[in-house]
């Protein structure tokens, strides 16, 4: 079992100062400030951030968000699609309020052996994940409720 995390006030007052901050790089469309989402990723230390909207019952994501950009193919997202029902995304666990990692359910070894791993993680070089949730948050397209992650 994972420790829970806890944020110090330093970490808090950092996050703050990101999401009060004002961004002149609005998207034209949805999504963040791309200076938003660096920042982020200077705060948590990862090397790939993405804000994306699923639609796990078309099996599609209607927007996706990187940093940095173009990561992204076709046949990516197959493998993700292919493997989707497999693994452990809040659409699927109905956990919609915990952030859900790789670890909280996989040692290295089992997290190694999974079709998500092997067909879509390991080929963009990702040995941790980090999905949380925000249903009913996003704007998305009509049709069944989204997820975006």
Partial sequence: MTAPVTAS???LRALAAIVS????DLPDGPGLPPSLLTDL???IRCD???LD???AGRQMCWFSQEIPSGIYCEAL???FWANYWDGRYPTRTGDLRSGIMTADFYSVRECHSTGMYTDHDHPQGFEHSLVYACQGRCRQPPGP???CS
Wanted: hydrophobic fraction near 30%; charge should be negative; proline fraction near 5%.
């Fill in 9 to 11: 006030e330093r970490d």
């Fill in 21 to 24: 901050e004002d961004r002149p």
């Fill in 41 to 43: 990723m200077g705060q």
């Fill in 48 to 50: 790939m951030l993405s």
């Fill in 53 to 55: 909207g699923w639609d």
């Fill in 77 to 79: 997202a197959q493998a």
């Fill in 145 to 147: 409720a989204g997820t």
